[in-house]
């Protein structure tokens, strides 16, 4: 904690674990109302934010404590709408876009796409009922549907493999038994699932009148894309770089998963940071100019990052990735298991990708137990 403090970050559930809120409960980019287009009054005030050529932000409301994410509605030459990423299934979230589509005179059919960035609920949930509403397509990866029928199918396995998984990387009985029923907190927020088309990285689509292409962006989820589009110099970011924030980072069990989901993401940053951008559209938060920036402190961060846990392994001698995750995160995180998840998920990325550095070694035990510890270098330092 002390290290993020430091630097400044910010991190945040589904992106990052755990963010205190600022007074007001809203981010610097939503408490300027000046220039926005209300939407839900009477309530906490949800403003559709203008961005020039008719194009829309919509702060679509999230029940964690990163509080919204960002939807862009964008008018298409022959009148209709696309949609990139609707948000979660809530009551919530569904009367913001009725209110919307009501003041903006969105009628059904007139959003003829649902474009998708990556998978994850707060961008995905939606897009089934936003399809059934509109009888219109929903565009994704086919790894990322792969994905979320993984995660979200009737027979998923997953919250068995999680629970297992966590149980042999030191995360206590009492914490376990909060996983299941959170992950299937999740199932009625997704449903119903989109009955999607499949986006294929390398090839372009066409966006509000102009043709933007697509970009795999892995590390933070399983067949994310960015859209670029080089006329006007333009990124939609998705999660993949955000200002502020660091998104999360989660390495994952089962069969066909990124073993190194960090090398994978750093990757990409290094890739995102060759474009030139002018604006950037990103999945919460406030649009900012230059993605390569943002790319590089992201970057920057992890490095840091890696060095801390090699000082507590260093320190600790070894040590299990939930004690790590304390260390790293805080106690506090045992209050909230959503955020627990995350940030365990992303310690256990950092540690799989000092592993493959050979800079530390996982230690099986008979019990199942999995520790891990730092392996010094030829020049003593470890
Ligand atoms: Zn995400």
Known sequence: MTERRQH?????????????????GRTQGEASGAGRTAVGAGRDPLQAEPLGGGWLRVPV????????VNAYLVPEPDGGWTVVDPGLNTEEARTTWRELQQQAGIAPG?????????QHPDHYGLSGWMQQEHGCPVWMTRQAHRYAVRMWGTDSRFPRELEAWFRSHGMPDELLALLGPH????????????????????ESVQLGGRSWRLIDAPGHAPGAVCLYEPGRRELIAGDQVLARITPNISLLPGDGVDPDPLRSYLASLAELA????????????????????????????????????????????????????????????????HNLRFALSETLAHLAYLERDGRAEARFR?????????????NGIG
């Open 366 to 378: 008979a019990d199942g137990a999995i520790r891990y510890r730092g392996v010094a270098r030829e």
């Open 183 to 202: 992950l299937d907190s999740f199932r009625e927020r997704v449903e119903p699932q989109p009955q999607p088309s499949y986006l294929e990285p390398g």
């Open 8 to 24: 400044g970050e910010a991190p945040e559930a589904a992106v990052r674990p755990t963010e205190a809120a600022d007074a007001s």
């Open 274 to 337: 060759k474009l030139p951008t002018e604006r950037v559209y990103p999945g919460h938060r406030e649009l900012f100019a230059d993605a390569g920036k943002r790319a590089r402190e992201i970057a920057e961060h992890h490095a840091r990052r890696l060095e801390h846990l090699l000082g507590l392994l260093a320190e600790r001698g070894e040590a299990s990735a939930f004690e790590l995750c304390e260390l790293e995160f805080g106690v506090h995180l045992r209050r909230n298991i």
């Open 61 to 68: 409301p999230l029940p964690y404590s990163l509080r919204f």
């Open 110 to 118: 007139d959003i003829r796409r649902v474009l998708l960035t990556h």
